[in-house]
């Protein structure tokens, strides 16, 4: 009988031996196929033990799915026609940056679906900050368009963020995207004051 312990997890392997002897060539058969079955189940058992450690110790997967956006500013007296962008996300405390893409995408109502703006709708990437930062750090940027003419339907606006962290080297780490959404009033630079949504209508 073999017993193995790991994780606070003890299991046994046991292979029938009894009027066994050492000369009995039967015998050495069932204690090789015993040994070869410990091994394996040391080796799923210091698997499981590693993922946890893993687990425990890099939290850069579980901050990587902090990140949001949300449109701060909407055709406003300040701002006339013109959609501001914003996004927060974390560092995940490992040496390097972070890194967000603003674009716009806008509502067409000739084909039902939301499309990218071709000209003037994208910022590329900008570095946000380190990434050895846990706390949350927020980046945004402001896009005008012409007002639609006086009778015609709103221009629908709406934000898409793409969120990098990247290695000392611009190695990227992980990306994540969100689309705009409300309910984020401790956005930076908001008009007004706290103003959050997942939309923009420019009349």
Known sequence: MSKLRASGQTVTAEVATSGCNTSDAICGIRRYRAFRMSV??????????VVAI????????????APWATVNICDTKKSP?????RGSM????????????????YFNRAKDVWSSMRTGGDSGFLRAGSSLRQA???AGRTFGYEAPADGAPPL?????????????????KR????????GHRDAVGADPKRYSAAECKIR
């Open 136 to 138: 949350s750090i927020q």
């Open 54 to 65: 893993v687990a425990a110790v890099a939290p850069g997967a579980a901050l990587a799915a």
């Open 175 to 182: 990306t994540r995207e969100r689309f705009t959404e409300g």
């Open 156 to 172: 629908r606006l709406r934000g898409l963020v793409t969120f990098q962290w990247r290695t000392p080297g611009g190695r990227i």
């Open 90 to 105: 974390k560092g995940d405390l490992t040496k390097g940056g972070m890194w967000m893409r603003f674009r716009v995408q």
């Open 81 to 85: 026609d013109r959609i501001g962008i």
């Open 40 to 49: 394996r189940i040391r080796g799923l058992l210091l698997a499981g033990a």
